[in-house]
């Protein structure tokens, strides 16, 4: 795909802001003119650009409903256990678990940072990097993320318990969404949970939850006024369904859809669908590449998705580290955005590929990577966890969690993790009964 050059619009519309800031500061007259002037042009270029006829036959391999991409899909294994398998799965989710808190938590202080900020950070932290362990310090200590907890409770001494972030809270409010809706809920029920929990959100979330609030139908939550619809933000909600349903790939994918539909569209829900399936796939194989192949049978085959992690994988054995890695995604997706489902979905790729059953590698060379590192970390982390299990985890990754995790979700500010763990075995038994 080729984006269109945007950088010097930006620019105009900053210069336009400059200069209006300095005439009126000369005391000039028919500045406020102009600017209306200004915004009608660009409120008439946006009814435009959003009535762009889009490309149909892009569309039919793209579909929205659920019994179309059903219909899409390449051969898949669909279902892996027939029965719960109680032997296996304590290990299996916890690992799944701890690898998703502990991937999410080494990423979350330098989110979005580029490869050489990060280095320069390990370099004063005295530390290696691609990271080993949690940062020693972080910038901006005292500064809270989600209004909750303090940069400085991501760092190895800081910490107290797993630190708030959206990632987990999420993988959270998935799970209440089942205890209160039961496993065949609906794109509505979501809806109803999300104005009962979630006090706020971001992107995509933010304005389907505005549109909620506003009462739309949960269904067009989505769809309306929403250009961040392909972003990442379903699939950073996808862990749970894996969760409740182990070994049944189609299953995690179908609770995805009705997930990731609130506030997504194409991309933005196939990689919620992908990344479920992925997850449940890996409770049930000693090989996560394995598993993220079984995921891909889950989303539509010519999608742009789907043809992205093809290609991620296949181009796999020359991608050797995180600048390997984040080289090729520059390349291969130049002017996509940094939070997009399509180039975080590869990273998240690579950093299995290259780590493999290393749980440490895989979230240090991740988050290395950079673009959403602590979404990629997490997801990569939680599917080699399922793998691995909890045994095949350093303590040193989860000794601080103290089996709590702190949370911003409206009522339930925090959980305790041997609770949480209890509670998603339970659904998946009833998931699998």
Known sequence: M???????????????????????????????EILADTRKALQSSLVKVKSVPEDPELARHE???????KSLRPHGPRRQWTGFNNESYPDRVEG????????????????GW????????????????????YWRCVPDPKALRYQVSRR?????????????????????????????????????????????????????????LKNLKKGVLAAQAGSRNNPYCEWIGADIRADPWGYMAPGWPERAAEMAYHDAYISHRRQGIYGSMFFAASIAAAFHTYDPVEALR???TEIPRGCSLAKAVRWALRIAPQISDHRDAREA???????????????????????????????SRVIGETVAMGLD???TAATAGSIVGAVVGKKGIPARWHKNFNNTIHSYLIGKKRFAINGVLKRFAKQAKIVHS
């Open 2 to 32: 080729t984006y269109p050059k945007t950088a010097d619009l930006r620019k105009l519309i900053h210069e336009i802001e400059l200069y209006a800031r300095l005439k009126s500061e000369y005391g000039a007259s028919g500045v406020f």
């Open 373 to 375: 590192n602590d979404c």
């Open 152 to 208: 400085e409770e991501y760092t190895r001494k800081g910490m107290n318990g797993v630190p708030v972030d959206d990632d987990l809270a999420y993988t959270m409010l998935g799970l209440l969404i089942v205890e209160d809706y039961g496993h065949c809920f609906s794109t509505e029920d979501v809806g109803a949970a999300w104005l009962k929990y979630l006090p706020y959100a971001c992107t995509a979330e933010d304005i389907a």
């Open 96 to 111: 799944s678990l701890l690898g998703r808190m502990a991937g999410c938590v080494l990423g979350a202080p330098v989110e």
């Open 63 to 69: 579909p929205n409903d659920l019994e179309t991409i």
């Open 294 to 296: 079984v995921g891909l």
């Open 114 to 133: 580029p490869i050489e900020k990060m280095q320069a950070l390990a370099d004063e932290n005295g530390v290696a990097f691609p990271p080993t362990d």
């Open 329 to 359: 995604i520059d390349k291969k997706f130049e002017g996509m955005h940094p939070v997009h489902t399509v180039n975080n979905a590869c990273l998240t790729v690579w950093g299995i590929t290259i780590g493999g059953m290393d749980f």
